[in-house]
């Protein structure tokens, strides 16, 4: 499959380093409206068709996909001009900025009689992925309470300067991916509650939330996320979990060690990722779980399957990231199905 890319700032260059090595996909033109950027980039990846204009792009190529590493502002035009022509799509997080666009985007596709998927990646990390296996397989029998930890200090904001410009922060770019982890391993959520505070007064939006989850199947989970927790060893950019089940619990801590306490026996396992050839700590987590979820979208085009992390599916997911927001201004507990 041919695919363009659109958006070649701080992560595509993972994209780009992750689709070199797709079985049945690569990227054969790039755009984006920084000249420096585009250029910069087409040098490093060795990829010479370039554009400042999406909508120029995809009538000058022969295309079979795009992928969209844009922030959210531009998602729902260049998903709908994709839409338009017939294209594939794989969309960053967050989706969309309002539930309505998201909702007409993952109509767009759909009508085009496309597959869309949501570049939500934090599930596919293989850590977190061997505990989400484990747990699906009965290994510790039926969950009835789980957290999902995100707790740092690291210093996102001098590669990523918009996420301290924005009015929505923590919830909306990282508390997406640990809701979305909660679902993948307990479903569904029915209820919602939220508080949310800025810790960091030199950004605009709120840097720690605290998510409580009733979810359909009867657990409940804690979500936390903070990037406001100076402690040693800074653990970015791990997610922490722990799941009690009826047979024993799981715990994956820092370190990324895998602990399973189950009839009466223990396994503890390194699950560290692998670092990739043109990864670099801390972020080699990230950027293994990139090439999964590409591969993953390759081989469901190619199989006519739909994505694990669909537009459709990412809907629940951005539903959450709305719901807390609500519930922490309300403080009340809210249904992300009546949003
Ligand atoms: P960035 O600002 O560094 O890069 C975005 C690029 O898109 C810029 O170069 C900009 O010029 C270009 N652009 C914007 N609108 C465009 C348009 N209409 N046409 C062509 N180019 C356009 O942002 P980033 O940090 O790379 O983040 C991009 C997205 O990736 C965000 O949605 C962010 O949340 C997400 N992200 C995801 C992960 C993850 O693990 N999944 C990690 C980091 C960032
Ligand atoms: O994964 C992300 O979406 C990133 C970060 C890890 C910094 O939150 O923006």
Not at 55 to 79: G, K
Not at 147 to 163: E, K, T
Not at 279 to 294: C, D, F, L
Request: hydrophobic share 40%; proline share 4%.
């Amino acid at each position: 499959m041919k695919g363009a890319l659109i958006g070649c700032g701080f992560f595509a260059q993972n994209q780009l380093h992750a689709w070199a090595e797709i079985e049945g996909a690569g990227i054969v033109a790039l755009c984006d409206t920084d000249e420096a950027r585009l250029s910069d980039t087409a040098r490093r990846f060795g990829i010479e068709r370039t554009y400042r204009d999406a909508a120029a792009m995809l009538d000058a190529e022969a295309l079979d996909f795009v992928d969209i590493a844009t922030t959210a502002p531009s998602h729902r035009p260049l998903v709908e001009m994709a839409a338009k022509k017939s294209l594939h799509v794989i969309c960053q997080k967050p989706f969309a900025e309002t539930m309505e666009d998201a909702r007409a985007m993952v109509a767009a596709v759909d009508d085009a009689g496309r597959v869309v998927m949501v570049h939500e990646n934090f599930r596919w990390q293989s850590p977190v992925r061997r505990a989400i296996d484990m747990v699906r397989g009965g290994a510790i029998g039926e969950p009835f309470f789980g957290r999902v930890s995100f707790r740092s200090g690291y210093d996102v904001f001098s590669g990523q300067p918009y996420l301290a410009e924005g009015e929505r922060f923590i919830i909306e770019d990282l508390g997406i991916h640990i809701l979305d982890i909660a679902r993948a391993f307990f479903g569904d959520v029915d209820r919602l509650a939220a508080t949310t505070r800025r810790v960091n007064p030199k950004i605009r939006g709120e840097d720690v939330a605290t998510m409580l989850l009733s979810h359909a199947s009867g657990v409940t989970s804690v979500i936390d996320c903070s990037y406001a927790t100076k402690r040693e060893p800074e653990t970015f950019p791990q997610s922490l979990v722990e799941i009690d089940g009826t047979e024993g619990t799981l715990r994956l801590d820092a370190g990324y060690r895998l602990t399973i306490q189950a009839k009466g026996e223990e396994s503890v396992v390194d699950v560290s990722p692998p670092l990739l050839s043109w990864a670099e700590r801390p972020w080699h987590n990230i950027q293994e779980s990139v090439r999964t979820i590409q591969q993953h979208f390759a081989n469901c085009i190619a199989e006519g399957q739909e994505p694990e992390t669909s537009g459709r599916d990412n809907l629940k997911t951005l539903a959450l990231v709305e719901a807390a927001y609500r519930s922490a201004a309300t403080g009340e507990t809210v249904r992300p199905g009546e949003l």
